[in-house]
């Protein structure tokens, strides 16, 4: 069964609040190294094997699963 | 006149704005379930506070989704005047009825408490009622309220005169001190390009009556009742 995969992350002009919070836990745990951490979504999608998978996982992404003003998204589509 | 209070489920302000508008201001009202899809006859919309289908992958995403959306939508295309508080506010923005968006608050915190409000904009139908640049009380419940957009639509919405309410101190200063979520601009209300829809975090059913702490969140419901009366 085809398998899409979507990655929504804020777009990066935005402040993560959620990524900063965090950044400051993995840098109170030693883990120094960490310059900066932003939180983002990803999910699963099972696809039926009919029509142009990417053109509809492409339309579900700009209509419902990331908001254009501050998000990005990407996918791939596993057969 | 008429006023409808929409009800997703999830909505938990619908009891709120309710009261505030039949029983503080004797205005017919009717609940509206999420599901009805004719808004004909109404002449206020409000989208009242709460979690929407549980916020679901974002606050109002999946709301802007049900039938009676296309219904506010078909009532704001009429001239019908819609206020979205809260939850409403972010349904309204998902939709595209309002520019922006309502992220996550700065501090993470979830902020339940008073605070103070400018009016920038007394032309607005919505606003008329107040002073120009009154500093108002209102509470605010919400952890998703700092309010984002591009740079060209906050120019926009400024020159515009499209922002309705800044958070400030007591005295009507802007400082990050008073400004509860990280809003860009100490933005906490706006108002759409043809002036018929509204949006704020902060929840005005909840300052009607001097009992409950203030009464200053009224003059917003009246304004508006007020242009249609005429």
Partial sequence: MPKAKVYVTLKPTLLDAQGRVLQDALQSLGYETVQGVRVGKYLEIELSPNGDLHAQVEEMCRKLLANPVIENFRYEVEP | ?230
């Fill in chain 2, 1 to 230: 006149m008429r006023a409808a209070v929409v009800v997703f489920p999830g909505s938990n302000c619908d009891a709120d704005a309710f009261y505030a508008l039949r029983d503080e201001l004797g205005v017919q009202t009717d609940y509206i379930w999420h599901a009805e899809t004719d808004l004909r006859g109404y002449d206020l919309v409000v989208i009242p506070g709460g979690f929407s289908y549980g916020d679901y992958l974002r606050c109002g995403a999946i709301a802007r989704f049900s039938p009676v959306m296309r219904a506010v939508q078909a009532h704001a295309d009429r001239g019908g005047f819609v206020m979205g508080i809260c939850n409403g506010f972010q349904i309204l923005c998902e939709s595209g009825l309002l520019p922006g968006a309502l992220v996550r608050n700065e501090g993470m915190k979830f902020a339940c408490k008073p605070v103070y409000l400018r009016v920038e904009n007394t032309q607005s139908v919505f606003t008329r009622g107040y002073q120009p640049q009154q500093v108002i009380q209102i509470p605010i419940a919400h952890g998703e309220g700092r309010y984002v957009c591009d740079e060209p639509t906050l120019q926009q919405l400024r020159e515009e005169n499209r922002i309705l309410f800044r958070y400030c101190s007591p005295e009507g200063d802007l400082s990050e001190d008073w400004n509860p979520n990280g809003s860009v601009d100490f933005i906490a209300g706006v108002l759409n390009e043809r002036g018929n829809v509204m949006g704020m975090m902060p929840h005005p059913e909840r300052a009607c009556n001097r009992g409950l702490g203030s009464a200053d969140g009224c003059r917003l419901f009246e304004s508006a009742l007020g242009v249609l009366v005429g």
